[in-house]
């Protein structure tokens, strides 16, 4: 005998605990089985490409600090970066030092957050996320040490950064150096290897390799898939060619290989942190700008590995001393390309994990 | 890359919160604990200081939201100096002259400028604007042009000033002065006008003006604009001995005069040290100029080779092209950024044909069967020093030949003193107080002898304070101010908001033209553009501020605002999380934040407002480290 | 009041209206004991969650944050009443005394000491068994008649994962029932000189497990999934039926931590301390453990609950079963650490064998 | 380094029909013929020494007298890039063949410009507003919007 059934529709967010901000994604559920997604967007849009039309250069920096709001360093450094690029502003060797400090510092907090909401999403009552907040808490700290802000820094400018490091940051640095890989260790003993985090995270959501190039996804996604493929390698900006580090790739494309590039770019980014500490010169910290700049008319696009992919401006400037387009490559936003096709024919439960494994940033998808 | 194996599963996940229950929970800390554990540069206060605002604006344009409100009326009451007057070491009041020249008055504006100087031509034309480099417009986009304001000034002027000022009675002593150079004439100026004494001026050039006269092309300042100014001063009876050189002071002392200033200049071009540079077809930058200067015919190569990134070196570069050098290139060891002429010169330079060798230096002059060359070390950048300046290494086997038919050295100069003169020296130059006394009594000395190659204002502000202690010496008051002009008045609404454009052009005359003749290169501006130019000058310094207001409901306490401060006038608090966002609290007065919630002033990167702030707060050192 | 519960059933009943004062006083101690035990052990699990997640947990309010349920309560109580508009209504209001009631009659069957019981049912065992399904009806009644997808969906896995979960659950019981030869919880207790835990490890490992899917805890609390249903079944709740539903849930666990102690762990019996202590304690051991699970372990997805139901559990406690029948005809006199050996081993190779076909993931559906 | 393709080198290997649709080559990128962007974009994707398989970003930009749309592709193999440029003069109904049947990456990326500028992609599978509600009046990014803030 037949059952009669009917397709369930099914609106997941915006306001739902596991969209990471105001996702929405309208599910066509038959029964547990997800059959058709469709994500809707801008719940957060805030028009920022626009607002940097009619703000100056130096004015834009702090909405850059707004767009992935746990990764304001990075979004910070991709900006003054372009600029840069444009204006050929000449950077301290100090500067470069401290900033390649704190976009690794920042891309341990992102993934901090990301392993641990993963988790969540999975359903562990909030342990694993507490352990690593913990230690995001202590990175927060050394954040607030050099600039006084703990979420939104605002802290790289053009030709440099706003403060030089204060003399206890060095110590205290060195310190979380000292205890982060036991912390890590700590988080792969506790769940890495679980049976049930297998069964939950292995083989779910794969993304392939010519799905993940093809859909244009980037930073852990794309190299969870097998594409050996990192900005600070392949095409190495500020003083990243300096550093010894490893590119961690995974095999299958599937949650489980997502969260564990993540886990072992945690190890890399303090590999990396390590060395520029023990590299960092003395001098001064910043080339001074006019605060109203004109750079020359023109245009540049200039991309950094953002803690969730490539991250890239592109600033075209008409000579004035305002921005005539600012373009964000938002990686947030264009990994989400193809969570349709990875979420299809799987259940609600792994419908979460997956998009917690790709792990967006809602104040960049919208922007 | 395989992912590192653990194995264990749930019983060593188990196991891991196991062990956590008996450790010490972390906590989040609260507000009052946190004030002193960590140290926060950027809080949820701003600090403003009503004593150190200058009001001008740049707070209120850097704030990204619009939050910053101010509101200003009439003039300030506390006197403020404004950057440009006060990093001009003749402390010339730009910003009063600006003020005057935005209300059309030229003649009044030279007349500020008399205040302080008797060169405003010069200085017009010529004058290394130490003050644009100080201009807080700078630092928001591009500086005021004061020099090219200064030169509309003087172009346009009505001699408003003679009216106002009158020589002081004759005081019976004589002063001589040796070198009439920009310093010393501005001792014979003063020292007459003010003092009443009787001045003779010696030189052993035919004409006075020294190495203005003799160093400066005449493109940049053409000789019938300097005697303008050195006839205001011959005006004053100063007498002028040309072409007499002396050989000691102390015979000048013994001849009745009862002070000497010697002011005898830098006039002798430094030598490169290379192999080679004894060649007759290698000469110095102020030889090559002085004859060339003085009106005399001189014949230059076809190939010239400039070494020096200074404004001498552009100077002999653009001299060289004007003689008929077809290829003139300037070799300098560090990039473009570092060369220390004005950017405008080496602009002009490379706009006449000369060519930039950057990153070189000269290791070897020869002589290969008749043809000079010149044998140049490529340089690279190396890691910065201490003062953070990228130190120049060159780089091995790097070597390239250069075939020239003239070197022309511009990497300094140096004065020559007699021996006779018998003074004390330092670093090759003469040794001088404070008050410009030389080791011997009754002879002063100022101007490049006494400070090593320098600037005309320089010069003049060295002059200026010897002429106070000379005047102080023969027993006059030393007082040498003088009041020309009116004061600048602070209409209403007038600083409302910073108007924008930028720096209007230098106009110039035919590039062709400029290449053949020795006429004055830069043509001067026009009314609308000077006032338009007058109009973008931030007044810093002038308006009292009646409010300042921070909408603290947009304020995200981004810092931009602080930063962009150059007066310090305003900080950042490091309180945390005020739970009223009313304004009264948000904005605080300086003196008003209690003492421990200041940050310390080294976290700044602003590193002098150590200096800047009030003493009290200096105590947060000691209170946060313990 | 302590003395009169302690007393044997004989002298009560001797007591004038004896049959009554007992019911009376059974019935309030039972009654009152559970709702202030509830709110200790909601104290209890909050302390100790912070403590595995190394926080202190609720500290403020009262000596060590005692009386922070006390607050909850209150706060709870004085909240805005609201029914769905769209609910249907007579069900939405029964749902939560449905879930509720049968929770408290469970704990009628179980001695706190030696006869010390409110009804020593002949058939004890049969009653909790068939009493405790009854709340899955309320649970299915709240999901159903809320009108809301995401209960819904909570409501039909509530269905499925109870029923599976009742056979394993029985099935261990009956390993008991067998061992001790009753059917009341009182002669099992007495039974245990030595506790089942010893002589039934495999018993007590399904015992456990379903019962952990029974009250709907971590790793199998798919009906109240946050990061996928948002809350569940009582998603539409508020004010006092919610607290019911709340209640329902602590109880349960209480309840089911009661009859592990009184299955597994001997009981009321214990050597110094007085009966009940002893029996509290166990309680509160097993609650503990409860605690810590939900403290570690992610969630399983709902088909993988079912497999473990029906392809693990329900083989194993089959087997167990068969074991100890076959035990206790061949071979009665069996000393009792040779019988606990037996059953362990079986445990063990069950494990291993079933880790063989253990494949992490899950497979897309074809949609 | 990702190593910036030489705009000569890509007209050299283009086909004769194809290499006859690009316009120009400047600094910033090859500009082309906005009806050939398809057919160009699929050649470069798989031709030996070209394999520009991965599509960075779609940048669109209202130069007032046109809307240039902006397309930087990536080799993963090969590491190296290229900018594609199509302008559309016609700004009252501006239409460009959408990547998005090449690319997945394009879907997103285009509804965006769509949904900014007003710029329709033909051919893309879902082409709606995505970040503003549907009834927003006008495009934000277009110069002539409103007056900044």
Not at chain 3, 22 to 44: A, D, E, K, M, R
Not at chain 3, 144 to 150: H, L, P
Not at chain 4, 82 to 103: F, M, N
Request: charged fraction near 20%.
């Amino acid at each position: 005998m037949a059952v009669k059934t009917e397709p369930l529709f099914l609106n997941l967010g915006p306001v739902h605990p596991s969209t990471h901000g105001v996702f929405r994604m309208r599910a066509l559920v038959d029964g547990e089985v997800i059959t058709d997604i469709e994500p809707v967007f801008g719940y957060l849009h805030r028009g920022i490409e626009k607002l940097a039309e009619s703000k100056s250069y130096r004015q834009f920096l702090p909405l850059t600090d707004r767009l992935d709001y746990v990764s304001s360093m990075n979004n910070n450094m991709a900006y003054v970066m372009a600029v840069e690029k444009l204006a050929g502003i000449e950077v301290p060797q100090r500067a470069e030092y401290i900033r390649v400090i704190m976009a690794e510092l920042q891309r341990i907090i992102a993934h901090l957050l990301a392993i641990g909401s993963f988790f969540n999403d999975m359903g562990t009552f909030f342990t694993p996320f507490f352990y690593m907040f913990i230690q995001k808490e202590k990175i927060t700290d050394l954040f607030e040490m050099v600039c006084g802000q703990r979420l939104l820094y605002n802290y790289m400018r053009f030709g440099g950064v706003s403060h030089d490091l204060p003399p206890e940051f060095i110590p205290a640095l060195t310190r979380f150096l000292d205890e982060m890989p036991a912390e890590i260790k700590k988080y792969e003993r506790l769940l890495a290897e679980n049976e049930i985090v297998l069964a939950r995270s292995k083989n779910v959501g794969v993304l392939t390799r010519e799905m993940a190039v093809n859909a244009s996804a980037a930073g852990p996604v794309l190299r969870a898939s097998g594409v050996d493929w990192d900005i600070r390698k392949v095409d190495p900006y500020s003083i990243y060619d300096r550093f010894d580090f490893d590119v961690p790739t995974g095999a299958n494309g599937d949650c489980y290989d997502r969260y564990r590039v993540r886990v072992e770019e945690l190890t890399q980014s303090l590999n990396i942190i390590r060395q520029a500490v023990n590299g960092l010169p003395k001098g001064k910290v910043l080339n001074p700008v006019p605060l109203r700049f004109r750079p020359p008319a023109g245009e540049v696009y200039s991309h950094i590995e953002g803690n969730k992919g490539e991250l890239g401006f592109h600033v075209i400037s008409d000579g004035s001393d305002k921005p005539y387009r600012i373009h964000v490559r938002a990686p947030s936003f264009i990994n989400l390309t193809a969570l349709k096709n990875m979420l299809i024919g799987w259940k609600l439960a792994d419908a979460i994990i997956i998009f917690g494994s790709i792990d967006i940033c809602l104040g960049e998808v919208d922007r | 890359m395989p992912f590192k194996r653990y194995g264990n599963g749930i019983a060593r996940g188990m196991a891991i919160t196991l062990s956590h229950v008996v450790k010490k929970p972390v906590t989040t800390q609260y507000p009052d604990e946190r004030l002193s554990t960590s140290k926060r540069i950027r809080g949820t206060e701003l600090g403003w200081s009503a004593h150190e605002c200058s009001a001008c604006l740049l707070c209120q344009d850097s704030c990204p939201h619009g939050c910053i409100e101010i509101k200003t009326s009439g003039c300030r009451s506390e006197t403020m100096p404004a950057p440009c007057s006060s990093k001009c070491p003749a402390n010339v009041d730009a910003a009063r002259y600006i003020n005057l020249l935005s209300q059309g008055k030229p003649g009044e504006a030279v007349a500020v400028i008399r205040e302080r100087i008797p060169f405003p031509v010069v200085c017009a034309y010529v004058c290394a604007h130490p003050c644009e480099a100080a201009c807080t417009r700078g630092h928001l986009d591009e500086p005021i042009a004061i020099r090219m304001l200064k030169r509309y000034a003087v172009d346009n002027d009505n001699g408003v000033w003679k009216s106002r000022t009158a020589p002081a009675p004759p005081s019976g002593k004589k002063v001589a002065v040796i070198g009439s150079g920009p310093a010393g004439l501005t001792a014979a100026y003063y020292l007459a006008k003010k003092g009443g004494h009787s001045i003779t001026v010696f030189d052993d050039l035919p004409q006075p003006g020294g190495m203005v006269r003799v160093g400066i092309p005449d493109y940049r300042l053409p000789k019938h604009l300097l005697d303008r100014d050195i006839d205001e001063i011959k005006a004053l009876g100063v007498v002028f001995k040309m072409n007499t050189s002396i050989d000691s002071a102390h015979e000048l002392l013994k001849q009745g005069f009862d002070a000497v200033f010697v002011s005898i200049g830098a006039h002798q071009s430094s030598r490169m040290k290379v192999p080679g540079d004894d060649d007759p077809r290698v000469l110095g930058g102020v030889e090559f100029l002085r004859p060339v200067n003085s009106g005399q015919k001189v014949e230059i190569g076809k190939r010239v080779v400039v070494v020096g990134g200074g404004n001498t070196a552009m100077d002999a570069a653009r001299t060289a092209v004007r003689l008929g050098a077809k290829e003139v290139s300037i070799v300098y060891r560090r990039s473009r950024t570092e060369m220390p002429a004005a950017n405008e010169e080496i602009e002009d330079a490379e706009a006449e044909g000369v060519k930039m060798m950057l990153l070189a230096n000269p290791s070897r002059i020869f002589d290969d069967n008749g043809q000079l060359k010149v044998e140049c070390l490529k340089m690279r950048l190396g890691a910065p020093d201490e003062s953070g300046r990228r130190k120049p290494e060159p780089v091995e086997g790097s070597e390239f030949i250069v075939e020239v038919d003239n070197v022309i050295a511009a990497i300094g100069q140096k004065p020559v003193i007699p021996k006779a003169f018998d003074f004390e020296l330092e670093w090759g130059n003469i040794k001088v107080g404070s008050d410009m006394a030389t080791s011997v009594p009754g002879i002063f000395s100022a101007g490049d002898c006494a400070t090593g190659p320098a600037t005309i204002i320089e010069g003049i502000a060295g002059a200026r304070t010897a002429a106070e202690s000379i005047d102080k010496f023969l027993g006059g008051t030393g007082d040498i101010s003088e009041k020309l002009a009116e004061d600048q008045s602070c209409p209403a609404g007038d600083n409302a908001s910073v108007t924008w454009g930028t720096r209007p052009a230098f106009p110039m005359i035919d590039i062709t033209l400029r290449r053949t003749t020795f006429e004055g290169a830069e043509k001067s501006w026009d009314r609308d553009t000077a006032g338009f130019e007058t109009s973008r000058c931030l007044k810093c310094g002038q308006f009292e501020v009646a409010h300042y207001q921070l909408d603290a409901g947009r304020c995200i306490f981004c810092g931009l605002c602080v930063e962009s401060c150059n007066f310090h006038a305003l900080f950042m608090g490091r309180g945390y999380e005020r739970t009223g966002y009313l304004l009264e609290e948000t904005v605080l007065q300086k003196e008003d934040l209690a003492v421990d919630r200041l940050v310390t002033p080294s976290a700044y990167y602003h590193t002098e407002l150590e200096e800047g702030l009030p003493a009290q707060t200096l105590l947060v050192e000691g209170k946060l480290k313990a | 009041m302590v003395e009169l519960l302690l007393l044997p059933a004989s002298i009560r009943s001797e007591l004038p209206f004896g049959y009554w004062l007992h019911l009376l006083i059974f019935g309030l101690g039972i009654i009152t004991l559970l709702l202030t035990s509830v709110i200790i052990f909601i104290w209890l699990e909050r302390r100790l969650v912070g403590r595995f997640q190394l926080r202190h947990g609720p500290n403020r309010a009262g000596p060590f944050g005692l009386l922070q349920s006390v607050a909850d309560v209150i706060k709870i109580l004085t909240k805005e009443d609201i029914i769905p508009s769209r609910a249907d209504k007579l069900v939405f209001w029964m749902a939560p005394v449905i879930a509720f009631t049968p929770v408290v009659l469970m704990l009628g069957v179980v001695p706190v000491a030696d006869g010390a019981l409110l009804a020593d049912l002949n058939i004890g065992i049969l009653f909790v068994v068939a009493i405790s399904s009854v709340t899955s009806l309320g649970v299915f009644m709240a999901g159903w008649s809320s009108y809301n997808k995401y209960s819904l969906l909570s409501a039909m896995r509530t269905v499925a994962q109870l029923v599976s979960y009742e056979m394993p659950l029985i099935l261990s019981m009956v390993g008991v029932v067998i061992l001790t030869g009753s059917l009341s919880l009182n002669e099992m207790v007495k039974a245990q000189s030595i506790p089942f835990i010893l002589l039934q490890p495999a018993g007590f490992f399904i015992f456990f497990t379903a019962s952990l899917a029974e009250i709907n805890r971590t790793p199998f609390d798919l009906l109240e999934a946050d990061s996928e249903l948002v809350a569940g079944y009582n998603i539409e709740y508020s004010g006092m039926k919610f607290a019911t539903f709340y209640l329902t849930e602590y109880c349960e666990a209480i309840v089911l931590s009661t009859l592990t102690a009184t299955l597994f762990l001997g009981g009321w019996q214990g050597p110094w301390l007085p009966p009940m202590i002893w029996l509290l304690l166990k309680i509160g051991l097993v609650f503990c453990v409860i605690v810590w699970i939900r403290a570690t372990l992610p969630r399983l997805r709902i088909d993988q609950v079912m497999n473990f139901a029906w392809k693990f559990l329900l083989p194993l406690a089959i087997l167990n079963l068969l074991l100890t029948s076959l035990s206790v005809i061949f071979w009665p006199t069996a000393p009792a650490w040779a019988s606990g050996l037996i059953n362990l081993s079986m445990l063990a190779v069950f494990i291993l064998v079933y880790s063989k076909f253990f494949k992490p993931g899950g497979k897309t559906v074809a949609v | 380094m990702t190593v910036q393709l030489e705009y000569n080198r890509i007209v050299e290997a283009l086909p004769q029909n194809l290499a006859s649709s690009v316009i120009a080559i400047e600094d910033h990128g090859l500009i082309i013929q906005p009806e050939r962007l398809t057919d160009i974009a699929a050649f470069l994707k798989v031709e030996p020494g070209m394999e520009l398989d991965y599509l960075c970003s779609i940048t669109g930009v209202d130069c007032i007298n046109y809307f240039e749309i902006d397309y930087l592709l990536y080799s993963i193999k090969l590491n190296h890039r290229c900018t594609l440029k199509v302008r559309l003069a016609d700004k009252s109904e501006p239409a460009v063949p959408s990547l998005a049947g090449l690319w997945l990456g394009a879907e997103l990326q285009e509804r965006e410009i769509f949904d900014l500028l007003g710029i329709n992609f033909s051919g893309h599978p879902d082409m709606k507003r995505i970040f503003l509600w549907e009834g927003f009046p006008g495009h934000p990014l277009r110069k002539d919007y409103g007056h900044g803030c």
